[in-house]
């Protein structure tokens, strides 16, 4: 049995994790639960924070999980390769693997996966449920075989940009081995259709092409699920398009990932859009992530490069402001967020779960979740988000689960305190205005009046 767990690191992802663990984040084509499933044949159980758990999880309390005699093999959510769990599942019984913590905390590791007997997982259940994978990994020291392993982790948000390139050349490998067949082996029959490197393009039999329109696959590999390209459009590898999702002409430059049942349309480079997300208008999308069900207006854009082309820095919650250590970055929008129309957002702007942004030209570079305006801001009432979310999923003929909206009531209810400043600086009374500028304001009156027109005569 493969379990999937959450460690220490979720809250350097919140607000995007707020809604969903790290292990249903998508990077690359697939997110790392489907990545398992797809290789394994298995869907993997899932150990996560206790709001998340009867959407995402096991249940609250998954104690079932360690009632089988067979090895359980854990996983850590932070992983983006896969491949090295079969490795693991040949090892000997009580082995441990351990991956380099990462540039942030030098020398240090974290517990990347677990070979073990029930009685053994037993004794650090707990500390894995409660995403506490530091002292879980204290205790298998004790008693178990370590192994050190090379394998890209996921860190901070910016990880998932910087690393869904080399992500979809990993995943495309998968793609191969499914028993899909490049174009160059099977061409398109859509006419008017120029393929680049057609032995890196890969394109379901229910996709549907409508010519005319370019594949460059020269930078790396194209995945085309069933999904739909209309004409005029672009697609650069690497670059992966999910089943049920439209290209509407657009431009979409390589390193982007464009999950299930999206609607895009503009330019957009880099990035990934989780998954039943529109974006259907022009406007620009760049080194960017954007969560499910989001929502972006026409000729909002995005600026992902600073004009000192220095550092752009990101706040996260509970870390205050972070050095991203990249020129180039986009936005960060978690889950259910409707922008509208006309806004830019700033590089490295964070914008939480369930916002509605609307009426300014610059967005808040943050923003806190559930958070309601444009010039002035006030919380967005939590029956009101969640009618909206009803209408929205039932566009896509989904509904919203009990399970779902019991979630979103909790987040709504914890993140209270992120944005009461927000909210209260919106709201607070202007200063009065000075005896100098009560006289100025009047003069001006005074002179407009002088050119309005007489009032005619009844």
């Not at 506490?132 to 050190?148: H, K, M, Y």
């Not at 752009?312 to 020129?327: A, H, L, R, T």
């Not at 943050?366 to 309601?372: E, G, I, K, N």
């Not at 209260?424 to 407009?448: G, R, V, Y």
């Amino acid at each position: 049995m493969i379990i999937l767990f959450e460690d220490e690191s979720f809250r350097s992802f919140l607000p995007l994790a707020y809604s969903r663990p790290i292990f249903d984040v998508r990077c690359g084509i697939w997110t790392l639960r489907e990545r398992i499933e797809l290789a394994y044949h298995v869907r993997p159980e899932a150990l996560c924070r206790s709001h998340l758990a009867t959407v995402f999880g096991a249940g609250r309390w998954p104690l079932g999980l360690l009632s089988s005699s067979a090895p359980l093999t854990f996983v850590n959510g932070r992983a983006l390769d896969a491949g090295w769990i079969a490795q693991l599942d040949r090892e000997p019984l009580n082995t441990v693997y351990v991956a380099d913590a990462g540039p942030h905390v030098l020398g240090a590791h974290v517990l990347l996966g677990a070979r073990l007997a029930p009685a053994v997982a037993s004794a650090v259940f707990a500390d894995l449920l409660a995403q506490r994978a530091e002292p879980a990994l204290a205790e298998l020291r004790r008693f178990c075989r370590v192994v050190e392993v090379e394998t890209p982790l996921l860190s901070f948000p910016w990880d998932l940009i910087t690393q869904n390139g080399a992500q979809i050349e990993r995943d495309a490998r998968t793609i191969e081995r499914l028993g899909w067949r490049s174009a160059a082996q099977q061409p398109p029959s859509a006419p008017h259709v120029v393929l680049h490197n057609p032995e890196q393009i890969y394109i379901h039999p229910q996709a549907q092409l409508d010519g005319p329109l370019v594949l460059d696959a020269r930078g790396g590999p194209i995945v085309i699920d069933a999904a739909h390209i209309e004409p005029f459009s672009f697609i650069q590898g690497p670059c992966a398009v999910g089943p049920g999702a439209l290209i509407s002409s657009a431009r979409i430059r390589g390193e982007t990932t464009i999950g299930p049942v999206c609607r895009i349309g503009g330019e957009v480079e880099a990035s990934i859009v989780q998954g039943y997300t529109n974006k259907h208008h022009d406007g620009f999308l760049g080194h960017s992530y954007l969560g499910e069900w989001v929502n972006i207006g026409a000729m909002t854009t995005t600026s992902d490069l600073k004009n000192t082309y220095g550092n752009i820095k990101i706040v996260i919650e509970g870390m205050g402001q972070v050095d991203s250590g990249q020129m180039k970055l986009g936005c960060f929008l978690a889950d259910h967020v409707k922008l509208g129309i006309g806004l830019h957002l700033n590089g490295g702007s964070m914008i939480g779960t369930g916002s509605n942004i609307f009426g300014a030209h610059f967005a808040p570079k943050t923003v806190p979740s559930f958070t309601w305006g444009g010039e002035r801001f006030r919380e967005y009432q939590i029956d009101r988000m969640i009618a909206v979310t009803r209408k929205v999923m039932s566009r896509r003929k989904i509904a919203l689960t009990d399970e779902q909206e019991a979630m979103l009531r909790e987040v709504f209810a914890f993140t209270r305190g992120s944005r009461a400043q927000l909210i209260d600086q919106a709201e607070a009374a202007p200063p009065p205005m000075s005896a100098d500028s009560m006289a100025l304001a009047n003069a001006e009156a005074e002179a407009l009046l002088a050119f309005e027109p007489a009032a005619p005569d009844k």
